[in-house]
Nanobody, 124 residues
Framework: QVQLVESGGGSVEAGGSLRLSCVASVRVSVFCKYTMSWYRQAPGKEREFVSGLETDGNTRYADSVKGRFTISQDGAKNTVYLEMNSLKPEDTAMYYC????????????????WGQGTQVTVSS
């Protein structure tokens, strides 16, 4: 299976910045299509989508973070990043990295794997 390990979380004051990283134990296949994404979950709330990056380079952002967060990946596509700027207290949550492989061919069976999460706390 694919292991995803997040890092870079911590405690910052409102208006500050953090850069989260997600490292995958298994590289992607050039024959398959993938989506790397970030989700977050605050205590007592549902897990919500934050940002996604497809193999073709297309990106998506939740309205709540658009203009403040940026998703990117390294050249080898082994690591995905989430740069978070102008952080707000409502951004406080556990942030999870996710890899989805799509059933784009007979070789590319679908799967979804989650990381263990990294905590982000923003104080006012």
């Amino acid at each position: 299976q694919v292991q995803l390990v997040e890092s870079g979380g911590g405690s910052v004051e409102a208006g500050g910045s953090l850069r989260l990283s997600c490292v995958a134990s298994v590289r992607v296949s050039v024959f398959c299509k993938y989506t790397m994404s970030w989700y977050r979950q605050a205590p007592g709330k549902e897990r919500e989508f934050v940002s996604g990056l497809e193999t073709d380079g297309n990106t998506r952002y939740a309205d709540s973070v658009k203009g403040r967060f940026t998703i990117s990946q390294d050249g080898a596509k082994n690591t995905v990043y989430l740069e978070m700027n102008s952080l707000k207290p409502e951004d406080t949550a556990m942030y999870y990295c996710k890899r989805d492989r799509h059933n784009s061919s007979a070789w590319c069976t679908t799967y979804s794997y989650w990381g263990q999460g990294t905590q982000v706390t923003v104080s006012s």
